[in-house]
């Protein structure tokens, strides 16, 4: 079975900082695919990032990067230069083929401040 | 390209009675899938269906069920709601390969 752990229920930022979002994973199977959402408090998912197990390259997307360490099983979601509406929860999640079902999370609350 | 659409928004419904969510996925989207969103429980995957067909199934119980129709629009069926099964219910689509998931805005239910 998978599991995708956060163990940073909440987070505080200053606006225009850095901010690391953990996330480690356990699955047996070596092809899967790792992903971050964010969901807003009016509750929309929104796909922020991707990366393959087999990509060598971080992902990146803009201002969000991947931090992905496969020996670690470590996903970690990096935000740089935060802006006051990163503020909302984010999920990383695992999905192991065949098919697009997705194990989640608990996530964590970010919050920016001015 | 319109998003996943998801209806209701909202449903009030009392113990006993059985409820039914509708989703339309993006156009060419042949893959759909359902989750239940709690506090306590967080996001856990009810089921997908691909082309007609459940992929996958979590672990939920049998009064939870779901279809899928040819032109790949998905609907879930609740039957006898408890209380528990008040939740945010999200429905999601995907095309081939690495795709992420899209997402709809979600069904807000409401077992009284």
């Known amino acids: 079975a998978q599991k995708i752990t956060q163990t940073q229920p909440g987070m505080f930022v200053q606006e225009k900082e850095a901010v690391t979002l953990d996330c480690t994973y356990d699955?047996?199977?070596?092809?899967?695919?790792l992903f971050w959402y964010k969901q807003p408090s009016s509750g929309e998912m929104i796909f922020l990032i991707y990366?393959?197990?087999?990509?060598?390259q971080n992902a990146t997307e803009g201002r969000y990067s991947l931090n992905f360490q496969k020996a670690r099983k470590s996903a970690n979601l990096v935000i740089s230069a935060s802006q006051l509406g990163d503020s909302a929860m984010y999920f990383c999640?695992?999905?192991?083929?065949?098919?697009?079902?997705?194990?989640f999370g608990k996530g964590t609350s970010l919050l920016v401040t001015p | 390209k319109a998003g996943v659409t998801q209806t209701p928004r909202y449903l009030i419904k009392t113990r006993g009675q059985q409820v039914t969510l509708s989703c339309s996925p993006i156009?060419?989207?042949?893959?759909v899938s359902w989750y239940q969103q709690t506090p306590g429980q967080g996001l856990q995957f009810l089921f997908e269906?691909?082309?007609?067909?459940?992929?996958n199934k979590g672990n939920f119980p049998g009064r939870f069920s779901g279809r899928q129709f040819s032109n790949s629009r998905s609907e879930m069926n609740v039957s006898t709601l408890e209380l528990g099964d008040s939740a945010l219910y999200l429905c999601?689509?995907?095309?081939?390969?690495?795709?992420?998931?899209?997402f709809g805005n979600g069904t807000r239910l409401t077992v009284t």
């Open positions: 156009s060419g989207h042949r893959s």
């Open positions: 990366q393959g197990s087999y990509d060598e």
């Open positions: 699955t047996s199977d070596q092809s899967y695919g």
């Open positions: 999640a695992m999905r192991v083929p065949p098919g697009y079902a997705l194990n």
């Open positions: 269906y691909f082309s007609e067909t459940q992929r």
């Open positions: 999601a689509s995907a095309g081939q390969g690495n795709s992420p998931l899209h």
